[in-house]
């Protein structure tokens, strides 16, 4: 899957603002049969809202859940939808044939394992990018990236929801250089379309058309 941008041939490129949304479907074979972990939480010791235990709720994602291991295996594909906010377009070089994006990427999904039992004031839990670790993440990736990076100031620009349903949302702002093949023959006058292509790491391989896997 790829996102098309038009851009104009200028040097300094006026902030933009782009939203994407697509859906990303995971396959993996085999089945492993779970009981989503609906939870209730206690109300010692541990982070308090009210009567709840924010802690307990948290520390109970980890009984039995393997990262390793995609939400409903060997079952139906985990569909992943992602959206994407362009904050600006800092650079286009017609040298390098490349072009420099700063973007919120954000990415919605649902994982039963982490369903808890909803309670007054808990609908959702937001938690920082350490708890990141502990969980499975879609691994997309953009293929005709040439260099990336996370912004970390002044901490990590990351975070994940969790509502009490077992759906996700993950948030990354991230600036990427991407490769834009273009086409001078009209230069100085020209308009270059550039576009990012979207993939999965590990699915994509065992699935034989692209389109079965972003619907």
Same mark, same amino acid.
């Given at each position: 899957?790829?996102?098309?941008?038009?851009? #104009?041939?200028? +040097?300094?490129? /006026?902030?933009?603002?782009?939203?994407?949304?697509?859906?990303?479907?995971?396959?993996?074979?085999?089945?492993?049969?779970? $009981?989503?972990?609906?939870?209730?939480?206690?109300?010692?010791?541990?982070?308090?809202?009210?009567?709840?235990?924010? /802690?307990?709720?948290?520390?109970?994602?980890?009984?039995?859940?393997?990262?390793?291991?995609?939400?409903?295996?060997?079952?139906? #594909?985990?569909?992943?939808?992602?959206?994407?906010?362009?904050?600006?377009?800092?650079?286009?070089?017609?040298?390098? &044939?490349?072009? $420099?994006?700063?973007?919120?990427?954000?990415?919605?999904?649902?994982?039963?394992?982490?369903?808890?039992?909803? +309670?007054?004031?808990?609908? $959702?839990?937001?938690?920082? /990018?350490?708890?990141?670790?502990?969980?499975?993440?879609?691994?997309?990736?953009?293929?005709?990236?040439?260099?990336?990076?996370?912004?970390?100031?002044?901490?990590?620009?990351?975070?994940?929801?969790?509502?009490? /349903?077992?759906?996700?949302? +993950?948030?990354? +702002?991230?600036?990427?250089?991407?490769?834009?093949?273009?086409?001078?023959?009209?230069? #100085? &006058?020209?308009?270059?379309?550039?576009?990012?292509?979207?993939?999965?790491?590990?699915?994509?391989?065992?699935?034989?058309?692209?389109?079965?896997?972003?619907?």
């Amino acid at each position: 899957m790829s996102l098309d941008i038009e851009v #104009p041939h200028v +040097r300094s490129p /006026s902030l933009g603002v782009l939203i994407l949304t697509l859906n990303l479907a995971l396959f993996l074979p085999q089945t492993i049969n779970r $009981t989503p972990p609906y939870v209730l939480a206690g109300t010692g010791g541990g982070s308090m809202l009210g009567d709840v235990n924010i /802690s307990a709720i948290l520390d109970s994602f980890s009984v039995g859940y393997d990262k390793r291991v995609r939400p409903n295996y060997g079952g139906p #594909p985990v569909e992943v939808g992602v959206t994407m906010y362009v904050l600006s377009i800092s650079s286009l070089s017609e040298v390098k &044939m490349d072009f $420099t994006l700063d973007f919120y990427f954000r990415q919605f999904w649902t994982d039963p394992r982490l369903a808890y039992r909803k +309670r007054p004031g808990v609908e $959702t839990l937001s938690v920082g /990018s350490e708890f990141i670790k502990n969980i499975w993440v879609p691994d997309t990736f953009f293929v005709n990236e040439k260099q990336s990076y996370f912004h970390i100031a002044t901490t990590s620009n990351e975070f994940i929801r969790i509502h009490h /349903s077992g759906s996700i949302t +993950r948030s990354i +702002r991230l600036t990427i250089t991407a490769s834009c093949p273009m086409g001078l023959q009209y230069f #100085p &006058m020209d308009r270059q379309l550039c576009h990012i292509e979207i993939e999965s790491c590990k699915y994509l391989p065992k699935l034989p058309h692209l389109h079965t896997l972003y619907k």
